[in-house]
């Protein structure tokens, strides 16, 4: 599987956003109970679609349905300007019906076929590398299929991602949220 610098530098924030949704300050997982916090908050997330999309995507986490993992694996090749739009993808790609309520709400806006493509690659390459340590991931695919890609793109992903993930963070408390440090 080849996926995109677009993806790569998204990869560790959609992944890292997981993470601080789902533990609490005691250790209990309560994902659940953030994510459905967070999806009450997607009128507000909206604004962030465009600079921070892995940080509005997490709305979408558990919602979808990927019924063509090579279609997928395609899908994780494009940049952000090449990506299909998301009508093309409804063969590939189905939606738990509450999913589909924020999705409705979702492509309402100018960007919204664009994120739906770019949430449907967060989460599917989330799960997909979910439970494998990132070194051995890279490990396993160089060995597959003779693939460089990520060990390429490695340190320019954590650059972007970091970069990314500061803007997202400043932009935040431009709001009036603390900052998560």
């Not at 992944?15 to 994510?35: H, K, M, P, V, Y």
């Not at 990927?66 to 494009?78: E, I, Q, T, Y």
Request: glycine share 6%.
């Amino acid at each position: 599987m080849s996926i995109s610098p677009f993806f790569l530098s998204l990869r560790n924030g959609y992944q890292a956003e997981i993470d601080d949704l789902t533990f609490d300050s005691e250790g209990q997982n309560i994902l659940r109970q953030r994510l459905t916090e967070r999806r009450k908050e997607l009128g507000f997330l909206l604004q962030m679609m465009e600079l921070s999309p892995e940080m509005v995507a997490v709305v979408l986490h558990e919602g979808f349905r990927f019924k063509v993992p090579a279609a997928m694996d395609h899908l994780l090749s494009h940049e952000a300007e090449e990506l299909p739009e998301w009508d093309t993808l409804s063969d590939v790609v189905g939606l738990t019906p509450w999913a589909q309520e924020l999705a409705d709400v979702i492509l309402k806006q100018p960007m919204g076929s664009w994120f739906m493509s770019v949430a449907a690659g967060l989460e599917y390459m989330f799960g997909k590398i979910e439970h494998r340590p990132h070194a051995q991931h890279d490990e396993d695919e160089n060995d597959a299929e003779g693939n460089q890609d990520s060990d390429e793109f490695d340190s320019e992903e954590e650059k972007a991602a970091r970069a990314r993930e500061e803007a997202g963070a400043d932009w935040m408390v431009e709001q009036g949220f603390d900052r998560k440090d």
